[in-house]
Every structure is written in structure tokens, then in C-alpha cells.
């Protein structure tokens, strides 16, 4: 276990039970809470600070404002209700859901999909990777007044959306992975339109390159600031671009690949300083990477063969006992579903294992003692969390 | 910082110069994608209400409802209404929909002050979006549940036609199980067998291979299980919501199977022992019949503890599953099997005793608290042409029986058979496996008045028929029975039937008189139509009952205007196995209720 | 139509059509009035349906010859059809026996209406056009309609249980 | 993996092992044997990175199982290691010393599951339920539909009918 690096010598003592001697009353501290709504904090979710000055002295994450226990849930649906509740679990990227848990009950029940599914899955996740990252890009510079950015990642995102409705015929929780497959075919003219689509989000990352990352107000509020010693990351199970972005280039599509990616080129993006601007610097590399992901993926998938595998009587799915975890690489890191059954038509036990829970948990609230007020929202957004999936 | 970093975001003002991407709504209309899931269509036409969307809904966004269509065969008269502040819009209902029927549109918009205006039934409350073209549709080939049948193992022609071996062999657990998988557990079926039986439950036994539970369910409706999961008209597999789709699930054969897996040693445990009934309150009952109705009337009043005697003309108990369906398509220890159960409830039964001589129905009534008639229909029809008195010219009911009671059969090198029921296809099949034996070779004619499209032979007897080589010839109207100089029958002159039924249904044979055909055979076997002998009854009794066109007339219960008597299965209702079983319990009900005074003093 | 068909006519008058077809209804009227106790209750309904049927026809024709506006259709001469001798033979009562069943009785009937529309419609196609010819074109309709329920009832009772 | 089952076989009690896949096995062992297995996982087995620790209520034996679920990534392997504890006064040893983000997981496993783990930093403290009062809602026998039904009012006016009886109710109410 690394030790605590930072200079502690003029803040408050710790009592005997490890929690903060602050007296309010002094005058030498402030409570301040950021969230659940402001501008800073991505989605439902509260930091309670305790500040001295404009400086945090402790940090404590607070969700579950939008608590609504998907985990017991499960419990009460049969394996093909759970599949429309579980993408979600994380509004940004829900696919990762409908992959992670089809893919556990899959492996469970011994069930072995289809070639195209395989890959019509795949570009499914790269399409989701892109659209979370466009998220991320529009808010990590609108936490620091770079509101122009967010309009423009917006607008490829919302074209992206368009190409996830004609092929899964919805924009936000497409609910198209089913265990067994996916529902459909690609259709008559996706690739053209997606083309167009991918030219359009490079035109508009150029345009973020040049006035986000180009910026010396971006690069003077982010370049050195929310450093993560990369000694930490194991002990706070730090993964994805937060990883890379310190110079360890975890990256599951490599390390365990899975779906079509061992078919797939690419080059795990790493950067070294593992501040704000490494880490997105490495997302923005990812998406461009995610361009080209989704060109590969429909230049070399199959087109032909089923897409559902022939699969038992969904309304009495019942699956042997067992458990497993499958895990992938969602935008944010290592994204996984244990699922535990028991023989009968109910999974026993799910728990989603998102990036965001350790990411904006123990880790945010280590870095965020000696921050900046101003510099919070911008630390928090570098981790790039997503609170329903630490409450789910 | 190098100075490119200050410059570099003015180039953010070239959009200054651009035009803006959003669309301007509602000016610009924006129709979603062809397949999005927007709200429901549904053709309430083509729903049969069958609830499998509601049953699949994890939202619980769907209820079934009532919208004042009638129920009828293979339709619950419900439909699906979606609650929008529920539905999530994952389309599990489309995908699970057993008829197609369900889809969504791709409409999307729509706003309105009312909350409950988001809850409607769709395909009935009418609303823009019903035809629209576009939105989800079930992809082709998906689907959620098993369209296809589980193929049931059978002899091969070659092998079943030189024997009376039973041909379909049944399910072995796996692939019961496999087809039992397919089974969506609608319910709609319960309401078309006519013994109501617990359909979607003893699938539900077989799944989870608890064969008691399922055998339990089973005698609880029906005495005759074992029969009938060979021989049942299987009326509840029309009404399967599996077969809008695919193949309606093999329920008769699920029901087999449940009675193949219990040894039969197991039978009368798993049943029960019958009631014993309160001292001096045990009435006693006569039973006209050992067909499937007397004999379940008479198993449910044993259960009662009721005294109940059969009487039985012929050598053995049974009915027409033993006299008329032949030994290959029910084989009779699986009858006799049935039988037993029955008999250990206590009902006696006594053959090869003629009510009207050896006892008269005055005496029955004298003797017993209720007497019940189920005689049947064991009188062969003839069609009465030119020659049909020739000692060679046979009913086919009378030779079923010679061959069941192993009475000596003349068997014809060819013969010529008049039908097109089952009962045709049952004598032609079984006069081919005597001439197999005899001759090594099958020579039978079938003719029957209806093309193939109208025959009301079971598709599977027409197919099997022809497997066995016999020869099938549709819509043609026997004129004689052509007999040759030393008297001896050479076969039937026919004229072809132009159309049988006129344009309401009804029958109107025309002939084409250019189209005659000789059939040759050395006997001809008329297998057309079959009545009750009533004259066992008596003219009194004959007399003082009411009849109703050619039938004893009965009430829903089957009892007739004789307080003491009721009249039930065939005789009264047609020929069916599983009608006259739910006429035994139907009567058995009526007359317990007149036992306790809640009907007629009987 | 062949020319020996031709030859075989001879002319009639309407009034002497009428009069056989009013017999034609009371005779069988009459005979299965007298069958109806003879047979079995069972099949009775039948036996007293097809007399009632009969009645409705005498009744309708008598009540037609009565009219004084049919003076002048009924002196009309018109060409005897060839099935006249057919329809003129149901006339005389069959031997159905001591106690017929229901097949006898109905086959007999269905000869009978049979005889009975192919006469009127013979009638009717010898006849111009004009409100004569509407009148032998109804009865034939009218001997149709009953011939075919009366093949209905024979189908259900014959046939079914054949199944 | 069995060059690893091996491997720990030799020094630790295993209980049953379970190859799930190529890359990913369960094992169980006693609960005194959790924390120096997990240390030497980590330190001497390339499983550096705690992937998650959850809990698995088996209501019917009256037992939880805590899986802690570590990954080798050089060896791009998985282990989950299953502890069984009595569900009566369910607690558990910290593991937060070896991974100081096992006390979120612990917090929750608290909160959610009403498991102790004695020592762990602020495992007391209220993490998604502010203000809860009823028992830990993960447990099996927490009745979610219950609950709901309680707290919540049904949408007036819904009423479902089921195809059977509807149909038995319509054309044979008396059951024949």
C-alpha cells in the first residue's frame, strides 16, 4: 500500500476513529456540496467537501439519488426479463450491459452465438465507446467553461444516435443484444450512412483538437493538475483510460480479448504524465481509435448466417448452476457482470462491476484532498464517472 | 505555452459563417427509423389474446383485457393494453407475440394533458399509427420460443403394414421435455377440450419431469387418459397458439407421455382411493355401455362411493376405442390399462349382457337411483344403392368388431371402400394389413364423396393411408355395387361429384354422369355414417321420451325428460372420445346434484 | 335440347298443371300424415316436418288457383314439359313398408322434390317471359330451396358419424 | 490453471475448485484462510488487481458467499475465491489493508447485506441508503414486490384478466 504523499501538517488532526477533528463553528472550515445538481458533476451524485480557504481538505462521494437496485431486480425476472433492464444500468453506454450479461448467461447455459452476432456486437460497443467518449470530451471542457465543445461532441454523438436507431431501432437503450445473439441484421445502407457519420466525427474532432486540446486555457488547468500516482492504481483497481493516461496500458480488448477483437487491428492508447490532460488525451484517442474500429469491423464482418442462436423456450429459460464473470472494455475501463446461478429460471445473484465505482469512490475522494475548489469538477469529470452504475 | 495554444481556438469562429444542424421541429417532420419501437400496433384481427405479451412484460406494462369480443375456440376474446408510463419499449412483446399480430410503428411523438391517454389497447382504440408501414417488426427467422414440432419416432410403412403392432412410438423424456419446452402456458386450449383438461399444467409436469403431479392432472379430467393421449381428436391443438406460427404443441402425444413414464402398478395410488360414502347415502347406478362416457360417469360416481354396474353387450368393456379404432393406432392392454383404474374404483362391470333382452330398462329403473345411456353409435349406415344387400357388400363397424373379437374374416384379394372418415381410413388400413398377411399385397380402394380438401378423416390417417399403399380416390358418388353374371360383387360404379357443398357450406352433391369409373374389388365396405340402436329402449320408454331430430333429447347435463335416465356420448353428441368423456363427467355431476337434492327428485 | 325432346311435347293448359300440382302436395301431405304414427318417435320430427312442408304448398297453391285475376294464366295454353309424366308418377303413394327409417323416408322425399323442381323448371323455361314464368321460375326455386335442406338434413343424418 | 491449483494447493487448504473457463476459476476455502491466500495471490501470483467483492445470499443453507474476484493481467487470468460465512451475524475479516478500495465494497456489502466487517474504514456509514430502516435489502428474503406494493400506490384502474378462466368464466362456468 502506498502512503499518503501529501503534506498534512496544516490540516485538521484525525480523531482516534480516523474521521476529521473539524470544528465548523471555528471558522477555519466550511462545508461546501457540489451535486447532485451542478455543472460539474456527471450525473446524480454529490461530493461533500470540507474546505479550508478554496482548499478540500476531505472529500466523501455521496449517490444513490438514483438507486433502483438492478442487482435485486434481476433476482425477481427470468433471464429474458432481465435483458430489458439492465442497459439501464449506465445511461451513457448501456451496451456494455447487454453484452456483459448476455454473454454470462450465455457461457452459463452453454450457449455459443453466431459469427455475425459476434461482430454486429462488436461494432455495437464501438459505436457506444464513441458516443460515451463524445460525453465525456463535452464535459471534462465544460468543467472548465469550454462550453462549445460539449455542442459540438453533442452533435456527432446525436449523429451516431441516428445510426444506432435504424440498426436497433432505439437512440438511447437499444436493447438489441439478446442472450442467444442479436435481434437483427445491419440495414440496406448502413455502411454509407455510417461513413458519412464517422467523416462528420472526425471533422468535428479535429475542431476539438484545435480549440480543446490546443487551448492553453485547457492545457494550463489540466496539464500537471489530478495526478494519480500509477503506484495507486492496483489498490484502488484504477483500469481503462484512467490507467492508461499513467502509462499502464491495461486495455481488456487486449489483454483478454473477446467478441471480434482478436480480428481486430489497433494499438492500446497510452500517455504518460497520468494528469487531467493524459487521460483525455487518451479518450480522445480512443475515439478516433473507435473511428476506426467501427471501418474495420464493417469492412471485415461476415454478412450472411444467423444472428440469434437457436435457443430453449425464452419463457422457461432455465439455467444449470454456476457462476461466472465476463468482463470488457467499456469507454471508462473494465467493465464486468458476476453472475451466479441456481437451476432455476432466475439468476441467483448479478453484480455489475462498473469503472466508476472504485474510479469515483476511494480513489476520487484520496485525490481530491489538497484540491482546488475550481479544479473538483474538473477531477472528477477526468475519471470519467458515471453514478448509476456505483448505486445500480 | 506556445502561442499556437492561445491562437488555436479562434478557429472555433469559422461556425460563426455555418448553418445550425438542428432540425427545426415541428416545422421539419422527423419519422423514426424504419425499425424503431414506437408505440404498438396491433391487429386485433389476427390477436387471439393469448397473453404471452403480458406474461413476457418485465414491466408489467401490460394488461389483458376485456373489449367485449366474445371467446371462441383458440381466442380468449382479450386484448393486450400498454401502459406507456410502464412499457420500456424493448419489444419482448413482439418478439414473443404467438400470431404476429404485434408490432410497433415507428411513431414516436405525441403529447397530451391527460396522463391516461397513455394507456390504450392498441388495434382497438384506434389511433394514427395503426398503418403505418414502417417500425419494428419481428425480424424473420427470430423468435423466443420453439416454432418447430418435436418429430415423434414411428414404424415405417414397410413395417407396420404386414402387422397390428402400434405404430407411433412416443416420446422418450428428452424429447418430451424439448417439446413441453415449446409450450407458452396460454391456456387457450383448456376452454376447447372438451374435458377442460389441465393442459398447460401437465405440459408444466412434463417439463419438470414430476409424472405423478402430471398423472394426478390427468385423471382428474380424464378416466380415459391413456386412450386418449393415443386417440383423441385433439381438438385443443387447433386451438394451440403455437400453431399460428409453427406447429401447434404436440399436446395428446405430452399427454401420452405422462402415462407411458408412470408404471401402471402406480395408477390407483396416484389416482386415489374413491370416497367411501356416508352410511345409508351410497346410491346405486346403472350403466348402459362400457364406452369412454359410461365408463367416466361411472368412475365418478364410484369415487363418490356410489354402487355403479355397467352393462355391456359385447365380449369386453371399451366402446369404440376397442371396436372401432384398430389395434394399431391404440393398442387394447393400453385400453384395458384404463379400464382397470377404473374398475378399482369399484365400478363393476358386467359384458355380454343386451340391455332390452337380458334385462329390461323398466328393471334398470326399478333397480337403481339413476340409470345412465351410453350406447353409442354402432349401426353402420349403408348407402342403400343398387346391389348394397349383396352378403358381400359389408358395414365397416360390424367388421371392426369381427376383427377385435378375433371372429373369422373373409379377406378379399381387393376391395373397395365407401368414406372418407376415419372410420373408412381405420377399415381400409386394417382389411390391408389382413390382406398383407393373407396375400402379401394390398388391394383397397377408398372412395369417398368429398375431395381431399373436405375429407373429414385426420390429415395423418389420409398420409399414413397412402404410405401403406392404399389407394385413395376423392370425390366420387357411388350409383351401385356392380355384381356380375355368377352373382359375385366386381366392384362400384361411380360418378365423379362436381362439388359437394354449395356456396353456404351445405350439402349439394352434383354429379358429372360422363365421369363413371368402375372400381374393382370383390367386396365393397360401406363406411359412411353410423346410428344408435335405440330399439333396445323399448316403444314405451321410446315414446315417453323427448327427441330431438333423430336424439334422445337431453339437457346441458345430459339428462333426459325421464328424471331417472341420462343419455350421454355418442348417441346423443356424435362420435368423439374426448366429447363423451366430458359428457360422463357432465352427467356424473347432474345426477350427484339430484342425489343431494339440488337438481330433480331422480 | 334434342329433337326427340321436341316431339315428346304436347300442349297443356296452366289450369291443368295446377290442378296435378295440388294433388301432387295433398297426396303427399296425406301420406305422411298417415306415416308419422308408424314410425319411431325418434325419427317422427321428420315425418311431421315434411307433412307440414307439404301443407304450406297445398295452401299456397290453392290459394293462387282461387285468385280471379289467374282466370285468364290458368285457361293460358302452354307446352307440357317432359318431365311432366316424372312429376305426375309421385303422385302415387310408395311402399315405404311397416315401419321405415329415417333414411327410406328421407330418400323418398328427395325424390319427390326433386321431380317437383325440374318440373316447374321445365315449366318455366317453355314459358315466355312475363309474370307466368316469374311464377313457375319461384315454385321452382321454392322446390329447390326445400330439395336442398332436405340433402342437408340427409348428409347429417346419413353421413355424420363417420367421422 | 492447474500449475496455480497446484501451486496454492501447497500451502493453503483449498476447498472445491471450479474451471469455469480457460482463464477464470473459483475456488472455496475457510474463512480463515481468505486474507494470507489473497496476500499471496497478490504478492506472489500476479493477482494485484481486486476486480470485485460482492456477496451471494443462499437463504436456503443460511449462508452468504463473498466472492473476491482478482485478476492477473500479465497471465490474463482470473480467480474468484469464495469464502462461505453463516448468515446469522454475518461478519467478515477487512481486506482493506491489502486493497484500500475493498472498503467501498465492504461498506456496501454493510449496508446491502447487513455483513460486518470489523475495522473496515467508515463501514458504518450510510453509502446508497440515506435514511434506510429496513433490513438489508440485498438479503434473499427482502421481498422487493412486497416492499413496492407497501410504498408505493397502484396505478388506479389496472386490471389484467387471464385467458383461461376468462374463457372458463364465459363459456363454461360451472367447469364442465
Redesign the interface.
Known amino acids: 500500500m502506498v502512503q499518503d504523499l501529501s503534506d498534512r501538517s496544516q490540516y485538521p488532526a484525525r480523531n482516534r476513529d480516523g474521521t476529521l477533528d473539524v470544528d465548523l463553528t471555528s471558522g477555519k472550515y466550511l462545508k461546501l456540496w457540489q451535486g447532485p445538481n451542478h455543472p460539474g458533476i456527471t450525473g446524480n451524485m454529490s461530493v461533500e467537501l470540507t474546505v479550508c480557504g478554496d482548499e478540500v481538505v476531505e472529500g466523501k462521494t455521496h449517490v444513490g439519488y438514483l438507486h433502483r437496485g438492478f442487482e435485486k431486480l434481476m433476482e425477481r425476472r427470468t433471464f429474458i426479463q432481465c435483458f430489458p433492464i439492465v442497459c439501464r444500468i449506465c445511461v451513457p453506454e448501456p451496451d456494455f450491459n447487454e453484452y456483459c450479461y448476455a454473454a454470462a448467461v450465455e457461457e452459463l447455459a452453454g450457449v455459443e452465438i453466431p459469427e455475425q452476432a459476434k461482430w454486429i456486437r462488436t461494432l455495437i460497443l464501438e459505436m457506444g465507446r464513441f458516443n460515451s467518449l463524445m460525453m465525456y470530451l463535452g464535459g471534462q471542457s465544460g468543467s472548465l467553461g469550454l462550453g462549445v465543445i460539449g455542442q459540438w461532441t453533442t452533435y456527432v454523438r446525436d449523429l451516431m444516435l441516428d445510426r444506432f436507431e435504424e440498426l436497433t431501432g432505439a437512440r438511447i437503450y437499444h436493447m438489441f443484444i439478446l442472450p442467444g445473439g442479436v435481434r437483427d441484421t445491419l440495414p440496406e445502407g448502413f455502411d454509407a450512412r455510417m461513413e458519412e457519420t464517422l467523416r462528420e466525427a472526425e471533422r468535428t474532432m479535429k475542431d476539438v483538437w484545435n480549440v480543446m486540446f490546443q487551448n492553453a486555457v485547457f492545457r494550463k488547468r489540466t496539464i500537471g493538475v489530478g495526478y494519480i500516482n500509477p503506484a495507486l492504481f492496483d489498490d484502488y483497481g484504477v483500469t481503462g483510460p484512467t490507467a492508461r493516461g499513467g502509462g499502464v496500458a491495461k486495455d481488456v480488448r487486449r489483454d483478454q480479448p473477446y467478441l471480434a477483437y482478436p480480428d481486430l487491428e489497433f494499438e492500446v492508447n497510452v500517455a504518460r504524465d497520468s494528469d487531467i490532460y493524459s487521460r483525455a488525451d487518451v479518450r480522445r484517442r480512443d475515439a478516433l481509435q473507435s473511428i476506426d474500429l467501427i471501418r474495420q469491423i464493417l469492412a471485415k464482418m461476415p454478412r450472411t448466417g444467423p444472428v440469434m442462436a437457436k435457443m430453449p423456450n425464452m419463457l422457461h429459460w432455465k439455467i444449470p448452476r454456476g457462476e461466472t464473470y465476463i468482463r470488457g472494455e467499456c469507454s471508462r475501463g473494465e467493465y464486468g457482470f458476476y453472475v451466479v446461478t441456481d437451476g432455476s429460471g432466475y439468476p441467483r445473484r448479478v453484480n455489475v462491476r462498473g469503472p466508476s465505482y472504485t474510479h469515483a469512490m476511494a480513489l476520487l475522494e484520496r485525490l481530491i484532498v489538497n484540491c482546488n475548489i475550481a479544479d473538483v469538477a474538473a477531477l472528477l469529470v477526468s475519471l470519467h464517472t458515471y453514478p448509476p452504475e456505483i448505486e445500480r | 505555452m506556445p502561442i499556437t495554444t492561445v491562437l488555436s481556438p479562434f478557429r472555433a469562429w469559422k461556425f460563426l459563417f455555418q448553418n445550425p444542424v438542428t432540425v427545426r421541429d415541428p416545422l421539419t417532420e422527423r419519422p423514426g427509423a424504419p425499425r424503431y419501437r414506437g408505440f404498438h400496433q396491433n391487429d386485433a384481427e389476427k390477436c387471439v389474446g393469448c397473453g404471452t405479451c403480458e406474461t413476457i412484460c418485465q414491466n408489467g406494462a401490460i394488461d389483458m383485457i376485456d373489449v367485449g369480443l366474445a371467446p371462441k375456440d383458440g381466442d380468449s376474446g382479450l386484448r393486450p393494453r400498454i401502459d406507456y408510463g410502464r412499457c420500456c419499449w424493448c419489444a419482448l412483446c413482439v418478439d414473443v407475440c404467438m400470431t404476429g399480430s404485434l408490432s410497433m410503428s415507428n411513431a414516436y411523438t405525441w403529447t397530451d394533458a391527460n396522463a391516461d391517454a397513455f394507456r390504450f389497447t392498441p388495434g382497438v382504440d384506434k389511433k394514427p399509427w395503426d398503418n403505418d408501414q414502417l417500425g419494428y417488426r419481428r425480424p424473420e427467422g427470430h423468435a423466443l420460443h420453439g416454432k418447430d414440432r418435436v418429430e415423434m419416432a414411428e414404424l415405417e410403412p414397410e413395417a407396420r403394414i404386414g402387422t397390428f403392432d402400434e405404430i407411433v412410438a412416443g416420446y422418450d423424456v428428452a424429447r418430451a421435455r424439448l417439446e413441453a419446452d415449446r409450450c407458452v402456458e396460454c391456456g387457450l386450449c383448456v376452454a376447447t377440450c372438451p374435458a377442460h383438461m389441465a393442459i398447460p399444467q401437465y405440459i408444466k409436469a412434463v417439463r419438470d419431469g414430476d409424472y405423478e403431479r402430471g398423472l394426478a392432472l390427468l385423471y382428474e379430467t380424464n378416466p380415459f387418459s391413456q386412450v386418449c393421449g393415443r386417440v383423441c381428436t385433439h381438438k385443443c391443438e387447433t386451438a394451440c397458439a403455437a400453431g399460428h406460427e409453427g406447429d401447434p404443441i404436440a399436446i395428446r402425444w405430452l399427454k401420452r407421455h405422462i402415462t407411458d413414464q408412470v408404471p401402471h402398478k402406480d395408477y390407483v395410488r396416484i389416482v386415489g382411493k374413491p370416497k367411501k360414502a356416508a352410511k345409508g347415502e351410497a346410491k346405486t347406478i346403472a350403466v348402459v355401455g362400457a364406452g369412454p362416457a359410461g365408463l367416466t360417469a361411472a368412475y365418478d360416481l364410484a369415487r363418490q362411493g356410489h354402487k355403479v354396474v355397467v352393462y355391456e353387450v359385447r365380449k369386453h368393456p371399451g366402446g369404440m376405442p376397442r371396436y372401432g379404432i384398430p389395434e394399431y393406432r391404440l393398442p387394447y392392454d393400453i385400453l384395458d390399462a384404463d379400464i382397470d383404474v377404473i374398475r378399482a374404483m369399484g365400478v363393476e362391470i358386467k359384458c355380454e349382457t343386451r340391455v332390452g333382452s337380458d334385462i329390461t330398462m323398466d328393471e334398470l329403473k326399478a333397480k337403481n337411483d339413476a340409470v345412465i345411456l351410453a350406447i353409442g353409435l354402432h349401426l353402420g349406415r349403408s348407402t342403400r344403392i343398387p346391389g348394397s344387400d349383396h352378403a358381400d357388400v359389408r358395414k365397416a363397424v360390424d367388421l371392426l368388431r369381427q376383427v377385435t373379437d378375433e371372429d373369422p374374416v373373409d379377406v378379399p384379394k381387393s376391395l373397395v371402400v365407401i368414406g372418407g372418415g376415419n372410420v373408412a381410413m381405420d377399415i381400409a388400413r386394417t382389411m390391408a394389413r389382413l390382406q398383407m398377411k393373407a396375400y402379401g399385397e394390398v388391394a383397397v380402394t377408398v372412395t369417398a364423396l368429398e375431395d381431399k380438401a373436405h375429407f373429414l378423416a385426420d390429415p395423418d390417417e389420409i398420409r399414413e393411408c397412402g404410405e401403406e399403399g392404399i389407394d385413395i380416390v376423392d370425390a366420387r358418388g357411388p350409383q351401385e355395387v356392380v355384381i356380375d353374371a355368377d352373382g359375385r360383387v366386381e366392384g362400384l360404379r361411380t360418378w365423379r361429384v362436381q362439388s359437394i357443398f354449395d356456396a353456404q357450406g351445405r350439402f349439394a352433391p352434383s354429379y358429372d354422369e360422363s365421369d363413371e369409373r368402375i372400381h374393382p374389388g370383390d367386396m365393397v365396405i360401406e363406411a359412411i355414417g353410423q346410428a344408435a340402436g335405440v330399439d333396445m329402449l323399448g316403444e314405451g320408454l321410446t315414446e315417453a321420451l323427448e327427441w330431438n331430430r333423430g336424439r334422445i333429447q337431453v339437457d346441458a347435463d345430459g339428462r333426459t325428460s325421464e328424471s331417472w335416465l341420462w343419455a350421454i356420448g355418442d348417441c346423443v353428441k356424435g362420435p368423439d372420445v374426448v366429447h363423451a368423456v366430458a359428457d360422463g363427467h357432465r352427467a356424473a355431476k347432474s345426477i350427484l346434484a339430484a342425489f343431494e337434492g339440488k337438481g330433480d327428485e331422480a | 335440347m334434342s329433337k326427340g325432346h321436341d316431339r315428346l311435347k304436347v300442349l297443356t293448359t296452366v289450369g291443368e298443371v295446377f290442378a296435378v300440382a295440388i294433388e301432387f302436395e295433398r297426396t303427399a301431405r296425406d301420406f305422411y300424415v298417415a306415416l308419422a304414427p308408424k314410425v319411431?318417435?325418434?325419427?317422427?320430427?321428420?315425418v311431421e316436418e315434411l307433412a307440414e312442408e307439404e301443407q304450406n304448398h297445398f295452401d299456397l297453391f290453392t290459394a293462387m288457383a282461387a285468385r280471379a285475376d289467374m282466370a285468364g294464366v290458368l285457361a293460358a295454353e302452354i307446352q307440357r314439359p317432359a318431365s311432366d309424366r316424372k312429376f305426375s308418377d309421385c303422385v302415387h303413394l310408395p311402399d315405404l313398408g311397416e315401419h321405415p327409417d329415417?333414411?327410406a323416408v328421407l330418400?323418398y322425399a328427395l325424390m319427390r322434390e326433386h321431380a317437383a323442381m325440374e318440373q316447374y323448371r321445365a315449366l318455366a323455361d317453355e314459358t315466355p317471359a312475363g309474370s307466368l314464368r316469374d311464377l313457375f321460375a319461384y315454385l321452382a326455386n321454392e322446390e329447390t330451396k326445400h330439395k336442398?335442406e332436405l340433402?342437408?338434413v340427409?348428409?347429417?343424418?346419413?353421413?355424420?358419424?363417420?367421422? | 490453471m492447474q500449475d496455480l491449483q497446484t501451486r496454492l494447493a501447497q500451502h493453503t487448504d483449498l476447498g472445491e475448485w471450479t474451471q469455469q473457463r480457460a482463464d477464470l476459476a473459483f475456488v472455496t476455502v475457510a474463512r480463515e484462510h481468505l486474507h494470507g491466500l489473497l496476500r499471496h495471490l497478490r504478492d506472489h501470483e500476479g493477482f494485484t488487481h481486486l476486480v470485485l467483492l460482492t456477496a451471494v445470499d443462499w437463504l436456503e443453507d443460511g449462508q452468504f458467499q463473498l466472492t473476491y474476484l482478482m485478476n492477473n493481467r500479465a497471465a490474463a487470468r482470473d480467480i474468484g475465491v469464495r469464502v462461505l460465512i453463516p448468515r446469522e451475524g454475518a461478519d467478515m475479516d477487512s481486506i482493506h489493508d491489502l486493497w484500500p478500495t475493498a472498503a467501498t465494497y465492504q461498506r456496501e456489502l454493510r449496508e446491502m447485506f447487513g455483513i460486518d466487517f470489523p475495522g473496515s474504514p467508515r463501514v458504518d456509514e450510510e453509502f446508497i441508503l440515506e435514511g434506510w430502516r429496513d433490513m438489508p435489502p440485498y438479503r434473499r428474503d427482502f421481498d422487493t414486490l412486497k416492499y413496492a406494493q407497501e410504498e408505493f400506490a397502484e396505478r388506479p384502474g389496472r386490471v389484467s384478466k387471464d385467458p383461461e378462466t376468462h374463457m372458463k368464466q364465459k363459456l363454461y362456468p360451472d367447469g364442465a
Open positions: 319411431s318417435k325418434s325419427i317422427r320430427y321428420l329415417d333414411q330418400q336442398n340433402e342437408a340427409y348428409y347429417d343424418t346419413v353421413h355424420s358419424g363417420g367421422v
